[in-house]
């Protein structure tokens, strides 16, 4: 299952520079999709297009199998299975919370809602002491969090999420996010999630694809796409990997937490995340050094055999990406030219990667 | 050079203004407050009696009844041509206008007219058959050509058979119009609103009211307190009484008053 | 009490006037405003300054066309023969039909403000919750628009209550059918009847007040805290 997503158009504005938008792309009907890329590069547009509230006259979109628009046909807003979250909550001033939630959910026929789905969403979301509330009494984070229940309510077959933390602020932020990845986690709605902000998206993303002047300039799982050498792509301050990854364990003398990805551990200081619990983290390129033999009396705590995958350029030209694969999983070294020459760096060397910080992301 | 130079412009235009101000005070400025529906031939006597007098007439047109609450509120009129011969008498009952001054300048004609050729009989039967959608009339509270129309609906004795059809007018310009649009089939009119330069109906068909059917409609002027001292007023008021002017009035369908 | 059985009578029928073409004007003005507030048509200006041009005109003019284009020979007056209703002049109908026409505008820019103040947005939450266009257009933009159809509908009836020139060009002052109050109030005024003229214009006075009241109750001069 797939979204096939082709769409082009111009604005002939005059007063504005004239924006065009030209993507053809194939997403994963599954997980989250960050739409990433600066603003003005045609995030939203496409997002607008998806959702049919652009009407764009050359366009084709495939949902799941279901045509939503071709030449010659167009599904309108109101037929099409989606939920979309607006930048702003958006919530209707005249109705109540509960008033809102009802508004999607008695409409989409095809499937109702039953009290059971209703309830599990409005705790998903932790909104249930605010049904009765009209929008004008919550803080801008329940509003939103009301809204994101809104649409989910409709019963969507596709999330549609523009910038949905944009508006707040870094608190408010910090508490929906764990609401967004349990979203994620627990419900089997694929969602496209429009976003300039580098920590939402190495966060939530599971697939990100880079939008540039109305271009998606490069589409692909994240963890692939944050590792490639010719294009690095920067979520924040430097390139680095991203692994998913649980709590297997604690060391509660050290205050230290191990986390266990696909092909290996790492150790991190302990953040109180119980063990079992999915958790993301990152490691900068910056963070991770090699060494041709295994190293003894290093200071560092994170030492994983490893094979060189591919050698980049990077922005410097003093310095180099290393792309070092760690059983399934990519991680990115910065060295310096001078080091990669007398290490004798070559693509399938077998090596070992020491891993100076990692960051748990949340 | 310029500082000396503009004294002298000043007493040029000094000396100006002195025999501006000499010359009006021999052509004096009168104020007029007219009723309406004398307004065509009060143009054309004023016209003529400022050529002959050289005084200067300002003319308002209007009801009778806002005249006089103006009058009483201080407007500047300094001489009042009524549509009736009441208000006259009233306001020189009240101070407002001089003494014995009013005279009856014309007498209204009542017509009974249509802007349809052949519809209005010249014996009045229409209004005895009462084959007709709507009758225009003149506010009789208000209009004296609306009370006399009403008076004669009454003396005919058609009054309770027409009264549904009546649609009024607030003032006799508005009863024309509603007549001439069409939009009445007939109406009370003042004969001076549609008589022709021939002394004929101009258009449509009309039966003159006889006199006996209702009340004269006596026009009455009167000099007010303001023009007192006023010459030019009191010009203009004899003026009035000329046979000149009195052939122009019967030309307007109205009769001369004694 | 001053008031004569004529002038309850005309209170009554100017109520009824007021009220039915307060009705008939939010009927006819919403999807005008609707239109209005949302088309990026070259006709809106056109459309704009007609439907304003009452506002500007002098009552007095725009009751002088009505009066020819109802009569016989009037195109109006030419369809409603035809149609079988007779002429309008000198009608109730005629009166409501002259009214709706001077006070369209009343009606139509404070329903058309609101639709602009509202936007487009809710009406995309509204089509991406499943609801029709027409569906959204009862459930969101009406409800939002609110304050501008209060206003709408008590500047209509107010307006209708205090038209004069209209109404004496083409009602033809008939008791009980086409003698509304501002024209009585003339009447009174005209005949020196201060008194009876006092105590209409006064109780006229009284309601423009409170209709006034009544708008700036729904309209404050502060903006709305939104509610996003």
Known sequence: MSIEARFSLTYPTSASPAFALDVDLQLPAQGITALFGPSGSGKTSLLRCIAGLEKVKTGHLVV???????????????????????????????????????????????????????????????????????????????????????????????????EPLAALDFERKREILPYLERLRDELAIPVLYVSHAPDEVARLADHLVVMKDGRAVASGPLAEMLTRLDLPIRLGEDAGAILDATVGAMDADWHLARVDFASGSLWLADHGVAVGSPVRVRVLARDVSLAREQPGGSSIQNILPG??????????????????????????????????????????????????????LE | MNTQRKPGKFWVVVALSLLLATSLVQADEVSVAVAANFTAPMKKITAEFEKTSGHKVALSFGSTGKFYAQVKAGAPFEVLLAADDETPGKMEQEGLAVKDSHFTYAIGKLVLWSAKESFVDDQGDLLKRGSFEHIAIANPKLAPYGAAGMQTLQALGVYDAI??????????????????????????????????????????????????????????????ERGKDKIAAVELLKFLKTPYAAKIIQSYGYELGR | MMLSPDDWSTIRLTLELAGLVTVLLLLIGTPIAWWLARTDSALKRPISAIVTLPMVLPPTVLGFYLLVAMGPQGPVGRLTQALGIGLLPFTFAGLVIASILYSLPFAVQPIQQAFEAMGERPLEVAATLRASPLDAFFTVALPLARPGFITAAVMSFAHTIGEFGVVLMIGGNIPGKTRVVSVQIYDHVEALEFTQGHWLAGGLLVFSFCVLLVVYHFNPMAPRKAAN
């Open chain 1, 307 to 360: 094979r060189v995958d591919a050698i980049g350029h990077d922005e410097h030209p003093s310095a180099t990406l290393v792309r070092v694969q760690v059983g399934q999983a990519m991680l990115l070294a910065r060295l310096t030219r001078r080091s990669a020459a007398a290490l004798g760096i070559a693509v399938g060397q077998t090596l070992w990667v020491q891993v100076k910080s990692v960051a748990l």
């Open chain 2, 163 to 224: 009264a549904p059809k009546i649609v009024q007018g607030e003032n006799i310009a508005q009863t024309y119009q509603f007549i001439a649009t069409g939009n009445a089939q007939l109406g009370f009119v003042a004969l001076s609103q549609v008589i022709g330069e021939d002394g004929k109906v101009k258009s449509g068909s009309a039966w003159i009211v006889p006199q006996k059917y209702y009340t004269p409609i006596r026009q009455d002027a009167v000099l007010l």
């Open chain 1, 64 to 162: 799941n199998g279901e045509c939503w628009q071709k030449a010659g046909f167009f599904l309108p807003v109101h037929r099409r299975a989606l939920g979309y979250v607006f930048q702003e909550a958006s919530l209707f001033p005249h109705l109540t919370v509960q008033g809102n939630l009802d508004y999607g959910a008695i409409r989409s026929q095809r499937h109702q809602v039953t009290p059971v789905d209703q309830r599990n969403i409005v705790e998903l979301l932790g909104i249930g002491h605010l049904l009765l509330r009209k929008p004008e009494r919550l803080s801008g984070g329940e509003r939103q969090r009301v809204a994101i229940a809104r649409a989910l309510l409709a019963v969507p077959k596709l999330l549609l999420m523009d």
